[in-house]
């Protein structure tokens, strides 16, 4: 069935880096743009990066640009997310998503596939 | 940047009630606005894409409407299963900011 399956949160101290990583199975996982969408403890919902589906186009909300690279290998169907110099701020559950083209124009899409979201604490 | 409001915060209503949740953006973004539910603990699921298009297996009590700057989310017959949060979410420009959230629980 169509699934993605995110890992590699955890625990890390403030200014450290965390790679995470979201398996997708059950679907041409090349031919859909990707999404990273967190949420804090008790918070709302907030885009954190997009990908096009040859990974020519990146995205990146204020909040992690410059420090989180998005980026993708369709060879193992995997999206990934580098985060370095994190902060206590990014302390939340990180979701993968995949990104519908209802439209057929671009980025007039939806989020229509979610992982279960890994853990993210950056704590000293 | 596109900012995006929600009304109310949260609301309590009983199980066969209508419940209409708003949102607002902050500039036009034509009908480029999504739903999503999100309960304690899960990933959020899409509800409704493209303001007024029910995704599969979305129960029909789901509608939504709206152009512009003004959208509504309306559960015409509350069900048990309906209790969560609702999350709008434009997708005019790449930035996909979503709405604060409403949280509908039991009266």
């Known amino acids: 069935q169509v699934q993605l399956v995110e890992s590699g949160g955890g625990v890390v101290q403030p200014g450290r880096s965390l790679r995470l990583s979201c398996a997708a199975s059950?679907?041409?996982?090349?031919?859909?743009?990707m999404q990273w969408v967190r949420q804090a403890s008790g918070k709302g919902l907030e885009w954190v990066a997009l990908?096009?589906?040859?990974?020519?186009?990146?995205s990146y909300a204020d909040s992690v640009k410059g420090r989180f690279t998005i980026s993708r290998d369709s060879s193992k169907n995997t999206l990934y997310l580098q985060m370095n110099s994190l902060r206590v701020e990014d302390t939340a559950v990180y979701y993968c998503?995949?990104?519908?083209?209802?439209?057929?124009?671009?980025?007039?899409?939806?989020?229509?596939?979610w992982g279960q979201g890994t853990m993210v604490s950056v704590s000293s | 940047d596109i900012q995006m409001t929600q009304s109310p915060s949260s609301l309590s209503a009983s199980v066969g009630d209508r419940v209409t949740i708003t949102c607002r953006a902050s500039q036009s973004i034509n009908t480029y606005l999504n739903w999503y539910q999100q309960k304690p603990g899960k990933a959020p699921r899409l509800l409704i894409y493209g303001t007024s298009s029910l995704q599969s297996e979305v129960p029909s009590r789901f509608s939504g409407s709206g152009s512009g700057t003004d959208f509504t989310l309306t559960i015409s017959s509350l069900q048990p299963e309906d209790f969560a949060t609702y999350y709008c979410q434009q997708s005019y420009n790449t930035l996909f900011t979503f709405g604060p959230g409403t949280k509908v629980d039991i009266k």
């Open positions: 059950g679907f041409p996982f090349s031919t859909y743009a």
């Open positions: 998503a995949r990104d519908w083209g209802y439209s057929g124009s671009w980025p007039h899409d939806a989020f229509d596939i």
């Open positions: 990908i096009s589906d040859d990974g020519s186009i990146k």
